[in-house]
């Protein structure tokens, strides 16, 4: 079974756009709250939490417990997603009569638990566990606390409770976003360190300062920690914490409170607080512009692919692009699925794997077995009928489905009826076979073309740049449209991967926010220009908004 990696990547990008749009229809609401969980709500969404829409009630469903419940455009969103009602009904948010509060309530078919006063999430969920336990029902409990909530010393009894009773069908999901609605936590109250300054990153840094896990493990718990924002993190997790019997498990997530929105991340002021309508499109933008950074270990040692592959680790690599090429639809042959299984166990970051062979319908589910999370195959060696069973075997093993093009193939007639639900579009700009060639510059206007189709065809996947992509052409790369980029000899042929992606990411956030400058520009002028870049406090983003905004003459 794959990760689901982008059911969940493209769930929780819509999640926090309706968010965006039902906090600032009603003029309330916590989006920062919203954001830090978002992630972990789509892993327990759409890959773990066994419910049925139709009908809420069924007796022997898992139960969501949201303590945090000031976060409940972040569930309702999940919710509405997961189709418990439609997605309109958002916009009724916080309005009277609607099912849809500031805070979770019963009314609200789906809902398990009305949130509001804090910390006693846990205590119910501790309750709703036993009780499963009793009946003999397989529930499973998911609890996701907020950090400040865990002030309360309610909390820390039922952790006693829990352990004491050995409650292993509950897990609970801490958000250490590090800001509760005054301040930063560790200001408040510590739960790890007294925060000295505003600088949450120092934090981040330094993982002997966190004691949160510490503290839940002299309680007897499981603690497993994790980047809150990292699916296949998230994912372990879950699976681990659920593999773990005779005590309760914690997860102690660390997030960015407003991630994915640079204005609201690690700022208080967002813990409660709706953006105003008129930067909405501009908040849409952004949300739909987060990328990927995916090394190719074929450029580095191809006999010891197992220390490339630590090395895509060590570099924090999104994914690991695995291109396998079969001597047939490319002269060269790299590997094959057995490669890949073993490599497998190294890491659980999404293994990105790109099927250079002919005939991929015949060898595809080898690929699924190894362990691909997202398995592209080439059109010019697909048709409808092959491409469609394709499409229903990776489907059905939450592997994420990718088409690849080469530089001189256009978008075939056949792939238009998949485009709405691909998943990843590989646009080719070298010929395939080898690592290390030029861009093919012709490529930026090829990109324009399709992204054209694409929109008609109402994409909603993510487009893959593939074969010289440099740290000199990665920004153009995200102007075109592509969110994924697979760096070969620009990441992996360098000796200090970390410090090349992180020059990557840092390209990419120029480009990003040129574009979003952009966009206010286009829709505000220069008044709406200063205003978006005066959200910006946190940090040195504002700094370089300023720039741009320089550069543009705007
Ligand atoms: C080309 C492969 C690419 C390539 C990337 O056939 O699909 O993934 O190895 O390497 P660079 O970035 O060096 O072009
Ligand atoms: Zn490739």
Redesign the pocket.
């Known amino acids: 079974m794959g990760l689901n990696y982008y059911r969940i990547k493209k769930n929780a990008r819509k999640a926090r756009k309706l968010v965006i749009r039902a906090t600032s229809i009603a003029g309330s609401g916590h989006p920062g709250g919203s954001f830090s969980m978002a992630e972990i709500m789509g892993c327990i969404f759409f890959k773990h939490l066994r419910y049925d829409p139709k009908n809420p009630q069924w007796e022997d469903r898992d139960k969501l417990v949201l303590s945090k419940g000031h976060a409940s455009p972040g569930l309702f969103s999940n919710m509405a997603l997961a189709g418990y009602f439609d997605i309109s009904e958002l916009d009724t948010l916080r309005q009277l009569g609607s099912r849809l509060q500031g805070h979770p309530d019963l009314k609200c078919p789906g809902v398990e638990f009305c949130g509001g006063s804090l910390g006693i999430g846990l205590s119910f969920s501790i309750g709703s566990a036993l009780a499963a336990r009793i009946d003999g029902r397989p529930t499973r409990v998911f609890t996701v606390m907020g950090d400040g909530e865990t002030d309360e010393g309610q909390v820390w009894e039922a952790a006693m409770t829990a352990s004491k009773y050995k409650v292993d069908n509950l897990t609970a999901i801490l958000d250490r976003n590090f800001i509760q609605q005054d301040s930063y936590t560790e200001k408040i109250m510590p739960l790890d360190e007294e925060l000295v300054g505003d600088d949450l990153s120092e934090m981040w840094r330094d993982a002997s300062r966190w004691k949160v896990g510490d503290k839940w493990r002299s309680f007897g718990w499981n603690v497993i920690d994790i980047d809150g924002h990292r699916i296949e993190q998230i994912d372990n997790a879950i699976k681990k914490a659920m593999q773990t019997k005779g005590v309760p498990s914690i997860i102690v997530a660390r997030t960015i409170k407003g991630k994915g929105v640079e204005h609201m991340e690690d700022n208080p002021k967002w813990h409660g607080q709706a953006p105003k309508k008129e930067f909405v499109p501009i908040i849409d933008m952004e949300i739909d512009s987060q990328s990927m950074i995916a090394p190719?270990i074929?450029?580095g040692d191809m006999t010891n692919l197992e220390n490339e592959v630590k090395r895509c680790v060590n570099g924090r690599a999104d994914y690991i692009?695995l291109?396998v090429?079969d001597g047939q639809f490319?002269p060269n042959k790299t590997f094959d699925h057995t490669k890949i299984k073993e490599l497998r166990p190294l890491t659980v970051i999404p293994f990105d794997t790109?099927l250079?062979i002919n005939e991929p319908v015949r060898h595809v589910r080898d690929y699924i077995e190894a362990g691909s999370d997202i398995i592209t195959v080439h059109a010019e060696v697909c048709d409808a009928s092959s491409f469609g069973q394709i499409n229903d075997m990776l489907r059905a093993s939450e592997v994420g489905v990718g088409l690849a093009i080469n530089p001189d193939t256009e978008l075939p007639e056949w792939s238009k009826e998949f485009i709405p639900t691909l998943d990843q579009l590989i646009v080719?700009s070298?010929v395939?076979?080898?690592?290390?060639?030029k861009y093919i510059e012709a490529t930026h206007e090829k990109m324009h073309r399709l992204i054209g189709i694409l929109q008609e065809n109402k994409f909603e996947g993510y487009i893959e740049a593939?074969?010289?992509?440099t740290l000199d052409n990665i920004g153009s790369c995200f102007v075109d449209g592509a969110r994924a980029f697979?760096?070969?000899?620009?990441i992996i042929?360098q000796q200090d991967v970390r410090g090349v992606i992180r020059e990557f990411r840092n390209k990419i956030a120029y480009a990003r926010r040129r574009m979003l400058i952009q966009k206010a520009y286009e829709l505000g002028g220069k008044e709406l220009v200063a205003k978006w870049i005066d959200l910006h406090i946190i940090g040195e983003k504002k700094n370089q908004l300023l720039q741009i905004a320089k550069e543009l003459g705007y």
Do not use: R, W
């Not at 395939?432 to 060639?437: L, M, R, T």
């Not at 593939?466 to 992509?469: A, K, L, N």
């Open positions: 190719s074929i450029a692009h291109d090429m490319v790109h250079m080719m070298v395939p076979g080898k690592s290390g060639q593939d074969g010289g992509v697979v760096g070969g000899s620009a042929g």
